[in-house]
């Protein structure tokens, strides 16, 4: 009798202990989702609707994540989608948002949005379409835990986050305005590129056009020899001028003495 008393409040005790450790995992908080540090995408409407048509599914996780796919995607177009419009409106639709198990230890997970855009005639219109997928491999961890599924969700959220910001600078640039509701497309703003937080911002190359100014004075004359001045008075040694000729002259010399002869006058000659 006393074994089994003991048997049965060491059961209960266990059972206890483990509920109570359930409780604890099941009770966890996780913060909430928040995008507000994000830049703001300022749309040139007067409304922004947000509607979920994505739809149920009942094997999927989503309803044990501790914040569902869909509302993390109401939260971030509550967060970033900004009306800075007079008129026109726009509708935010959930089309698909969901988590799955695929296999003993991984998640797949799917979300789609559409953006749709009009003027307050619906003359002028526009939509963007944005769709996310990712898997996760839990590893040796329970991948249907709670903060696998935070965490999961989490990273689809960051995936959405670009690829819908991309999408609408790509299609529905011209319906994007600044904080003061300045189109940001022909309306004087312009796209500028962001460099490193902390960094000085890049500095406009400026091309200065230097103007040349015709030379007006005059070229100088070139250098030519001066002619040599003739004479005015006879020279004492060339006093026709000087000789062109240049042979050497002949140098006439006196006959050696004896060598003169008297020119004859009769017969006889004198000795």
């Known amino acids: 009798m006393r074994i089994r008393y003991w048997t049965g409040l060491g059961t209960l005790m266990l059972s206890l202990g483990m509920a109570a450790c359930s409780d ?117 961890r329970d991948p249907t835990s709670r903060r696998e599924l935070y965490t999961f969700t ?41 460099g490193v937080p902390g960094a000085q911002p890049p500095v406009a190359a400026t091309t200065t056009r230097t103007l040349s100014t015709p030379d007006t004075t005059a070229p100088a004359p070139e250098k030519t020899a001066a002619p040599v001045a003739a004479p005015s008075a006879p020279d004492a040694i060339f006093p026709t001028g000087a000789e062109t000729d240049t042979t050497p002259a002949t140098v006439q010399r006196s006959p050696q003495p004896g060598t003169l002869q008297l020119p004859s006058t009769g017969s006889s000659g004198i000795h």
């Open 154 to 194: 989490n990273q689809m959220m960051q995936d959405m986050n670009v690829e819908l910001e991309f999408q609408i600078r790509k299609k529905l640039l011209s319906w994007m305005t600044d904080a003061a509701g300045t189109p940001i497309v022909n309306g004087g703003v312009q796209q500028q590129t962001l």
């Open 24 to 140: 604890g995992i099941a009770d966890e908080a996780f913060p909430p989702i928040d995008y507000s540090y994000l830049p703001q995408i300022h749309l040139n409407v007067a409304s922004i609707n947000v509607q979920d048509e994505a739809p149920a599914a009942p094997d999927s996780l989503s309803a044990k994540a501790p914040i569902a796919p869909d509302q993390a995607l109401k939260n971030m177009a509550a967060q970033r989608l900004i009306a800075s419009g007079t008129s026109g409106k726009a509708d935010f639709i959930i089309k698909q948002a969901y988590l799955n198990r695929a296999g003993d230890n991984a998640l797949t997970g799917a979300m789609d949005v559409q953006l749709n855009v009009a003027d307050a005639g619906n003359q002028h219109t526009g939509f963007v379409h944005a769709r996310i997928t990712r898997k996760l491999d839990a590893g040796d």
